[in-house]
């Protein structure tokens, strides 16, 4: 079984519904623990998990949060790390799309040895609409292509 590891963070609210709406296996929180390489001390990382079942050889694995400790438990991993991220963004907080550059900016790095994608959500679907060409947008100014959707968090089980 060859798992593949896909971390969604960004709004909070949304990192577990949209694992929730994509995940084939009950979505839970699960804590792992680790140590970290530049130290002894263990580094304790609770997240939202999902998994789907690609075929009898292949799983995704989803793993949901915003703490950087995520981040470094991700890429400590002996399957090569994770192999894309969603950056969830709630249409409804407008200081979140004020700052979407700066976001996207943060995650960029992952462009370039994996998948980035956006996910959007909100109440009103104009806002959504907007906000998918806002992002699409910022990533012109910064010169990358990644996909932009929508979801509807109410979808999640």
Same mark, same amino acid.
């Given at each position: 079984?060859?798992?593949?590891?896909?971390?969604?963070?960004?709004?909070?609210?949304?990192?577990?519904?949209?694992?929730?709406?994509?995940?084939?296996? @009950?979505?839970?929180?699960?804590?792992? !623990?680790?140590?970290?390489?530049?130290?002894?001390?263990?580094?304790?990382?609770?997240?939202?998990?999902?998994?789907?079942?690609?075929?009898?050889?292949?799983?995704?694995?989803?793993?949901?949060?915003?703490?950087?400790?995520?981040?470094?438990?991700?890429?400590?991993? @002996?399957?090569?790390?994770? !192999?894309? %991220?969603?950056?969830?963004?709630?249409?409804?907080?407008?200081?979140?799309?004020?700052?979407?550059?700066?976001? %996207?900016?943060?995650?960029?790095?992952?462009?370039?040895?994996?998948?980035?994608?956006?996910?959007?959500?909100?109440?009103?679907?104009?806002?959504?609409?907007?906000?998918?060409?806002?992002?699409?947008?910022?990533?012109?100014?910064?010169?990358?292509?990644? @996909?932009?959707?929508?979801?509807?968090?109410?979808?999640? @089980?």
């Amino acid at each position: 079984m060859k798992p593949y590891s896909i971390v969604v963070t960004g709004e909070s609210a949304y990192i577990k519904r949209l694992i929730g709406v994509i995940s084939y296996g @009950p979505e839970k929180i699960i804590t792992h !623990k680790y140590r970290d390489n530049d130290s002894d001390e263990i580094q304790e990382v609770a997240m939202s998990f999902g998994s789907l079942q690609v075929d009898e050889d292949h799983r995704i694995d989803f793993f949901g949060g915003n703490d950087q400790a995520l981040f470094e438990f991700i890429d400590q991993r @002996p399957e090569d790390g994770f !192999k894309g %991220l969603i950056l969830t963004v709630n249409t409804d907080d407008k200081s979140g799309l004020e700052n979407i550059t700066d976001q %996207l900016l943060t995650h960029l790095q992952y462009l370039d040895k994996s998948a980035l994608v956006v996910g959007v959500a909100g109440l009103d679907y104009n806002e959504i609409k907007q906000a998918e060409e806002q992002i699409r947008q910022s990533f012109i100014e910064l010169d990358k292509v990644a @996909p932009v959707f929508s979801f509807d968090p109410a979808d999640a @089980p």
